[in-house]
T-cell receptor
Framework: GAVVSQHPSWVICKSGTSVKIECRSL??????MFWYRQFPKQSLMLMAT?????????EQGVEKDKFLINHASLTLSTLTVTSAHPEDSSFYIC???????????FGPGTRLTVL | GQNIDQPTEMTATEGAIVQINCTYQ??????LFWYQQHAGEAPTFLSY??LDGLEEKGRFSSFLSRSKGYSYLLLKELQMKDSASYLC??????????WGAGTKLIIKP
């Protein structure tokens, strides 16, 4: 199956700093990637849809200036959490859409802790 | 609005069978997915249904009734490693995935 990687797998940062998370499709090209956030014991929440070569589409309530998404190539999308605060601490997961069913394959996730 | 309902938590015994139900009300329907998510990990794909009926894949089966807005995931011969959350997701008319809150399955010896 399709493999999606994320880096880093976990990060701890100070409040006010920025953190960049990378999402890569390892053995396929992904024109569309998705970024999700998941708080403890809650379901996945779609943050934005990342399209290669164009601006990301953000879900309602997600600040595009705070969560910067760049999808510059067919195998890489990045999410930058700018001026992170403790309430941004969460599990961030990316996925790539592939196949005839447009099923999504997920990266392993990045656990962000903001102190 | 769009809504997907799943039980919050279920408990079953190792070696037994468990059925996890999912009902949905969405704007359009373009398929239903089941994912498994172990604690602290990303979801992994289990099954996809777009037509009515039962799809069997090893110990796991998934059923869909579009007229009833209903699906279930059936897990047979339960193993301890099946302890996880099971997420139901529906692709709506815009091909967006709408996620259920997930069902936490606890397997007891």
């Amino acid at each position: 199956g399709a493999v999606v990687s994320q880096h880093p797998s976990w990060v701890i940062c100070k409040s006010g700093t920025s953190v960049k998370i990378e999402c890569r499709s390892l053995d396929f090209q992904a024109t569309t990637m998705f970024w999700y956030r998941q708080f403890p014991k809650q379901s996945l929440m779609l943050m934005a849809t990342s399209n290669e070569g164009s601006k990301a589409t953000y879900e309602q309530g997600v600040e595009k200036d705070k969560f910067l998404i760049n999808h510059a190539s067919l195998t890489l999308s990045t999410l930058t959490v700018t001026s992170a605060h403790p309430e941004d601490s969460s599990f961030y997961i990316c996925s790539a859409r592939v196949g005839e069913w447009n099923e999504q394959f997920f990266g392993p996730g990045t656990r962000l802790t903001v102190l | 609005g769009q809504n997907i309902d799943q039980p919050t938590e279920m408990t079953a015994t190792e070696g037994a069978i468990v059925q996890i139900n999912c009902t949905y009300q969405t704007s359009g329907f373009n398929g239903l997915f089941w994912y498994q998510q172990h604690a602290g990990e990303a979801p992994t794909f289990l099954s996809y249904n777009v037509l009515d009926g039962l799809e069997e894949k090893g110990r796991f089966s998934s059923f869909l009734s579009r007229s009833k807005g209903y699906s279930y995931l059936l897990l047979k011969e339960l193993q301890m490693k099946d302890s996880a959350s099971y997420l139901c997701a529906v692709k709506d008319s815009n091909y967006q995935l709408i996620w259920g809150a997930g069902t936490k399955l606890i397997i007891k010896p």
